[in-house]
Every structure is written in structure tokens, then in C-alpha cells.
């Protein structure tokens, strides 16, 4: 494969993984910001150390 | 001129901005206690992790300076790319250095550093990282500003003004999330923030490729640059000495660099920070390749003539900077302008929130709490925190406005990443590994590491160098600073005379391992 063949590849792959990973990165990571704030709500601090 | 129009672009960034400062707020309810603030309460699962860091590490600078790479040295240009992906898998798949990192259970590396190396060099290590890391940033908001007043189609005969302008707007939407909510709402719009910035910028790479052609792209690279258009060993300007460098800062950035740390550490264990760095690896890659296209796009598509108009601001050494704005301007239809300009606010929001998390926490935690003999209350450490984020917004507006860049941005980054990057990855790799490290040798290495990037910083200044030499200069000092770290850290640390055996690096390991 000469360099151009390179750069070619490299492109077309940066394109197709940004492309499926924003989409999966899209789906799972909102599941993962509500089990996230599900959590921390359970740890939250009693109403008297609350901050002001 | 550019194509942008107000009503239809202006309506999609108006949207875009809305929906990340409501976002960003909502999520204040959950910060309760400073651990929330600073690292989410340690909750960060693959994903959400995978997401906040890829659109922190993208900025509209980061586009900038990617973009001038691909216009200065062709495809060449994106090899630090190739090599911060390359030092990320490996670091992620090896587990080296953020294994133990993690298993210790700090908030900052600076925190580990008092286990080993005692409280003094806890506090001199907060100090260079925060150094490094504020110098780094400073020419952040500037740089966006000038892009956003280039590719909005703004009055460049009030350049300044209308910098200076978006300059504030930025800073203030960012620091007012990231104030009410730290590292929590940084998270969650950096989680929008990375949809909306990935779909802008796969749809502009997209229409190049379609409306100009890789063949085009490539034969100007070609007549343009050469061989060394393609290999950066024969690229004027680059050089094994530019690749050595890079090779160097992307495997102590990998390593160190506090943004990517605060996703470790804020991780629910060392096994979920490994999977986020390699998953994350080829972003790395893709942040250099994608925005260099544009920047040979620009190569191809402008006349030499077109950066003549910019303003006399925008002219000289640096001018190769705003070639990817000017054309973007120009060749962006509407619409997918409102698209591009969302995503480059997205990504310079969570860029700036996400640094001025991480180096609060820095200052907080290992600068100003060991000051104190007692500790502060969760509520009065949240309010020091939010204090700080605000402060370090005064000071980036401050800085970007008056320091006056020179060379490469890439290259300045580099420079003022090294100011930490040298010492602190040295340090970071003797704790975890080599048994006979200790804080002479700890504190000879920070002090080596900080000396000679502020040294080439401050020379480069006094001396009118020229942009070339400004550049090989830069890659010699960086090569220099590394070496002589390792060096300062092996010798003072046998120079140390033994008066106790040395700590094992085994005392980092946690009593028990937390498993997802």
C-alpha cells in the first residue's frame, strides 16, 4: 500500500467509528447518566448538611 | 461574507445553548457533599465516561490548531494524533500507572504523591500541575473567539470588541454550570455536548469529502508539501525531533493530564477507567485527522490571496491559524452552519468547564486543604470549590486577552503542558513502580521539569526567534526537559541517604479491590 493508501484508510475508518460511536456512545450513555443520578440521590446527605 | 444566517443558524445555536444550560443546571439538586462536586461521587460508568472525556479533550482549539496542522504539514500534520491514540490503548490495555492510580483512591494524582513522597512535594506537585495547566488553557478562549467571529461572519474591522465579546459570553455560560453543579454537570453536557459536536463535525468532514474529493485533497498535498505532505520525518518543519517530542507528551498526557485523570479517578474502579481509555483510544486519532481534512480542504479550496483581507491581528507568523475559519465561512451551507457552530460551542464549552473542574480540584485539594489543620465541612469545601471555578474563569478571560501567542498553538500547548507533564508523569511512574524513589528526588525532578519549559517560554519571548526556529526550539527543549526529569529523579533519589527501608509501591494498593 503506497502513503496516499494510508491516509485513505485512516480517514475512512476515523469516519466510520466516529459515526457508530456516537451512536452507541449515544444510546448506553443515557442509561448510564439515570442509574448515575439514581445512585448519587441515595447518597446525598441529610437535610442538615445540605448546602446552602 | 460568510454563509451564516440568523434566523436559521441562529435559531439551532440558540436551541443548542438553551438545552445545555438547563441540563447543566438540573443536575445541581445532586450535588451534595464535595466528592459530588469534584469527581461525581466516583458513579462514572464506560459510557458516560467514554463521552466526557472525548468531547473535553475537543475544543474549538483543539480544531483550530488540528486544522492549522493539516494546512501547515498536510496529513503529516495528524501524526500526534496516531500517537496519543497509540499511548492511550496502550496505557488502557496495560493498565500502567492509572491501575495503581486508581486502586489508591485519591481525587488528585498530588493526593497519591503525599503517600509516597510526603506533604511538601503534595503541595510543590498541585502548584506546577496547576501552573502548567492554567498557562495551557489561557489561550483557550481567545482562540474560539476568533474562530466564532471568522466562521459568524462578524465585523472584523471591530476584531477586538467583538472577541472580547464571545470571550465573556463563553466563559460566563460555562463557569455557570460547572459553579453550580462541578464535575456532575460537566458530565452530563458533556454527554450533549459529544452528540451535538460529533454530528457537526462528521457532517462538515462529510461534505469535503463529497464536494471536494480525496483525490483533490491529496494532489494538493502533494504539490504543496511533497513526501513530506505525508511522512512527518521528511516534513519541513517536523522531523524526528517533532515525533520524539510528541511520542514523549502523549504517553506523560496519557498518563497525567488531569483531565483524563479526573475520568479515572472518577470512574467506579480501575477496571471501568481501563475500558474508558481504550474504547476512547482511535477518538484520539479521529480529533486529529477529521479537522486536518478541513484544514487541507482550506489548502485546496482558498486562493493564497484570501488570508491577505484578515485583519492585521490575523496576519503574519500565525495566519496559517485562521485558514480553516475563513474557509469554513465561506463553504459551510446554511443551516449545516447553525450545525457546525452548535458543535463547536459544544465542544468549546465542555473543554473549558471540564479544565476548570479538574484544576479546582487540583487547587482545592492539594494546594489550599493541606494548608489547614482542620478539615472544611462539606458545605464550606463546596462553596471554596465554586469560589475557585469562578476565580480561574477571571483569570482565563484575563490572560487570553493579553498574552500575545506566537508560533504553532499546537506547539505553545505543548510547551506549557510539558511545564508539568515532564515531572509529573516522571514522578507518577517512580511511585508506582520503582521502590527507591523519595521526595529528593521527587522534588529535584519538579523542579527540573518546571525550570526549563518556563525557561524556553520566557526566552522565546525576549528573543525575536522566527517561526521555524520558534518550533525546533520548542521540540529540543521539551526532548531536554524529559530527559533531564528522569535524570534529576534517578540521581537525587540514590543521592537520598536510607535511613529507613524505602516504601513499597505495594502500600498504594487499596485493602480491598471494588469490582463493577
Partial sequence: MDEHGFWWLLTIACVLWY???????????????RKMLARLKEDRPTADQQPQ | MTNFNWLVDGSIVGVYLVATMVVGIMVRKYVGKVEHFLVAGREVDVFLGIASLAATEFGVITCMYTAQNGYKYGFAGTTPGILMATAMLFVGVTG????????????????LFEKRFGPRVRWAAGMVIVLGGLLNMGVFLRITGEFLVLVGGFDVSHLERN????????????????VVGGMLSVLVTDFLQFIVMSFGLLAVT?????????????????????????????CRGMGWQYVLFNALECLAGALTWQTMIS????????????????????????RFVLPGIWGIAALTVLAPEALAGLPQT???????????????????????MGLLLAAMLAADMSSTSSYMITWASVIYNDILAPLRKTPWSEKRGLRWNRAIVSLIGVFLLFYGLWYPLKGDVYAYLLVTGTIYLASISTMLIACCYWERANSWGATAAIIVGAAIPIACLVFEQVRNMPPDEVQLWRCYSGIVAFAATGAAMVLFSLLKPQTAPPQSTASLEPPVVHSS
Fill in chain 1, 19 to 33: 459515526g457508530t460511536i456516537t451512536a452507541y456512545v449515544a444510546v448506553r450513555g443515557c442509561f448510564e447518566i
Fill in chain 2, 96 to 111: 500502567f500507572c492509572i491501575t495503581p492510580l486508581r486502586h489508591a483512591g485519591v481525587m488528585t494524582i498530588p493526593e
Fill in chain 2, 163 to 178: 472577541v472580547v465579546v464571545m470571550m465573556t459570553v463563553l466563559l460566563l455560560l460555562g463557569t455557570i454550570y460547572t
Fill in chain 2, 206 to 234: 462529510l461534505l469535503i469529502l463529497t464536494k471536494i474529493g480525496w483525490s483533490s485533497l491529496a494532489a494538493t498535498v502533494a504539490e504543496r508539501h511533497g513526501p513530506g505532505g505525508f511522512n512527518p520525518f521528511v
Fill in chain 2, 263 to 286: 475520568r479515572l479517578l472518577a470512574a467506579r474502579d480501575a477496571r471501568t477507567g481501563r475500558r474508558i481509555y481504550t474504547r476512547t483510544s482511535f477518538f484520539f486519532a479521529c
Fill in chain 2, 314 to 336: 490575523f496576519q503574519g507568523q500565525n495566519s496559517s491559524l485562521y485558514a480553516m475559519p475563513v474557509f469554513l465561512g465561506q463553504f459551510v451551507p446554511v443551516g449545516l
